[in-house]
């Protein structure tokens, strides 16, 4: 079992505003980084952002400012976003740092000294949008990009090639080896059958035809291709190559640490096939996982601003809170497939999961321990009602699943599980007829039924503590909870509270107007 965690976010493209499509990927990361970080284990999360290339040497024109200047404002966006979002990353890398080129300088010149890449010239199509080179085959004769359709460019020009067949035959090989390489399985097959059996060309590593980037050392005409620059952030903010190598050697060179990049559907190529070849090259071990998630789509295509359909995940923090939006994005699609953003299944999760199922279940059991018991939680006594066993061995089995479930990055089924147990509870409220308990004068049971019901509820509020990132503190206020029995080592064990005095609060989730909200949130779709 590794006892370390290194999971990173793809870094974004500063040449837009970013809309709740990159908010998803970063959440998901966050979730999985404060679920390790909770079980005490050593976690780093890494975002950033990818700054070079000929799209952003050409927005910055337009906008009329140097790359540098651009990219600087368009960063301070991506920041404040993950302020807003309660983002724990651990470190901001960004391309156009000293650090980053050392690193990606570094490796070139030594793909150049083993013969790993060799100087040729290239014919081709060039599609700006994906900063990507295409054959004239993968054009086709409308020539458009493959990709995003655009019209592509003709271009030929001198650039360095990476021997992509040198190492091909150790990364089908490793694929096979390790099945959680690259998951879920559909994506290698897709990798397989869609970029290697139809034969891997060696790829172009370098441009001549514009300058913001990072020079080749050994020939500064040439600067490196964005996304063997980019990947190499992974590495490059641990310090690699650099004097303080002390991260990397703990987060990446360590066998003991778990190696996670997360990349959306449209980026699995490179991460897949060319990074692990880069790391061959540079004689570094390969990241454990690459786990791809779906893309949130709009209107049935992905949401782009280039399309105009892109939802701004900033009013809707600001609107419904930080935590209705993260659980969201965590919940309603699962992750690793495609996932559709419509108004109307936003309103109805915050309302039927939140508001009504946890919030009015904390809100109901608060009340009840109120009136019963003068506002003193019962002490635990084991299970006395026919029904007390099934609450708390469901209980404990979440625990259990929500821990496999969340290792095993299936996010949106560990938070499923931890909803199954919510409902349980609530339902479990119906079973047990505590008013019933209380006219008939049963006392034992009704102390049972109340400590259950506050236990249930702190086992699933400690659980959900990596995707709500207010609530829970909320919760164990009106439960009383001190605060070391906050941490979550004491969630293995049921029936730690007994004794604690509640505090009636506000709802949780307030029930939201169906609607007006998504009359309200269908005015911030569209391009703004
Ligand atoms: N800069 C590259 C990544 C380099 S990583 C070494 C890039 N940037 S991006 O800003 O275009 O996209 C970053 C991530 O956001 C990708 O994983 C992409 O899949 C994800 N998403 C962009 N739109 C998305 C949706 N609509 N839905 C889900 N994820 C989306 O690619």
């Not at 079992?1 to 990927?25: D, E, Q, R, V, W």
């Not at 890398?93 to 570094?106: L, W």
């Not at 441009?207 to 050994?218: D, E, L, M, Y």
Request: charged letters at 25%; aromatic letters at 12%.
């Amino acid at each position: 079992m590794k006892n370390k965690f290194y999971i990173t976010t793809p870094i974004y493209y500063p040449s837009n505003k970013l809309h709740i499509g990159h908010a998803y990927t970063t959440v998901l990361n966050d979730v999985y980084a404060r679920f390790r970080r909770m079980q005490g284990y050593e976690t780093y999360f890494l975002t950033g952002a990818d700054e070079h290339g000929l799209k952003i040497e050409e927005n910055a024109k337009k906008a009329n400012m140097t790359p540098q200047q651009f990219v600087d404002k368009q960063v301070e966006g991506f920041k404040k976003l993950w302020d807003l979002l309660q983002i724990t990353n651990d470190d901001f890398i960004r391309t156009s740092e000293k650090r980053h080129h050392e690193t990606v300088q570094h490796i070139f010149d030594n793909m150049i000294k083993r013969g790993d890449v060799y100087l040729g010239e290239y014919e081709g199509y060039y599609c700006v949008h994906e900063e990507s080179f295409w054959t004239a085959t993968q054009v086709g004769e409308d020539k458009l990009c493959p990709e995003c359709k655009r019209p592509v460019q003709k271009a030929s020009e001198e650039t360095y090639f990476f021997k992509t067949d040198k190492y091909l035959d150790r990364l089908l090989n490793h694929m096979e080896k390790h099945p959680k390489f690259l998951t879920p399985i559909s994506r290698k097959n897709e990798m397989i059958n869609t970029f290697i059996k139809p034969g891997l060309e060696d790829l172009s590593v370098s441009r001549t035809s514009f300058t913001w980037g990072i020079p080749v050392k050994a020939n500064p005409k040439h600067v490196t291709y964005v996304w063997l620059d980019a990947l190499t952030n992974y590495i490059s903010a641990l310090g690699y190559s650099s004097n303080h190598e002390e991260l990397f050697q703990k987060f990446w060179a360590d066998e003991n640490s778990e190696i996670i990049h997360v990349v959306g559907a449209d980026i699995t190529r490179f991460h897949a096939i060319y990074w692990p070849m880069f790391l061959m090259s540079e004689g570094i071990r390969l990241p454990d996982r690459i786990f791809v998630h779906g893309l949130l789509m709009m209107k049935d295509s992905k949401m782009s601003k280039s399309r105009g359909n892109v939802v701004d995940p900033v009013p809707l923090v600001k609107r419904y809170g930080v935590d209705a939006l993260r659980y969201y994005l965590v919940r309603e699609t699962v992750f690793g497939s495609d996932g559709q953003f419509t108004p109307e299944q936003f309103v109805e999760r915050i309302n039927v999961d939140l508001a009504n199922d946890f919030g009015n279940l904390l809100h109901r059991s608060v009340s009840m321990i109120n009136k019963y018991y003068d506002g003193i939680v019962p002490q635990y006594k084991g299970d006395i009602t026919p029904f007390d066993k099934e609450l708390r061995e469901l209980a404990e089995q979440t625990v259990k699943d929500y821990e496999a479930q969340l290792g095993d990055l299936k996010i949106t089924e560990a938070f499923i599980s931890v909803f199954k147990l919510i409902s349980a509870t609530n339902k479990y409220i119906d079973n047990t007829e505590p008013w019933n308990l209380k006219k008939n004068g049963e006392d034992e049971k009704l102390a049972s039924v109340m400590n259950h019901l506050a236990n249930a509820l702190y086992v699933a509020a400690i659980l959900l503590q990596p995707v709500l990132v207010e609530a829970p503190s909320k919760l164990f206020d009106q439960l009383g909870v001190e605060e070391d029995l906050r941490d979550y080592k004491h969630v293995y064990k049921f029936g730690v509270l007994g004794g604690q005095k509640v505090n009636k609060g506000q709802p949780l989730f307030p029930r939201l107007n169906v609607e007006d909200e998504v009359e309200y949130i269908k005015s911030l779709m569209g391009d703004n």
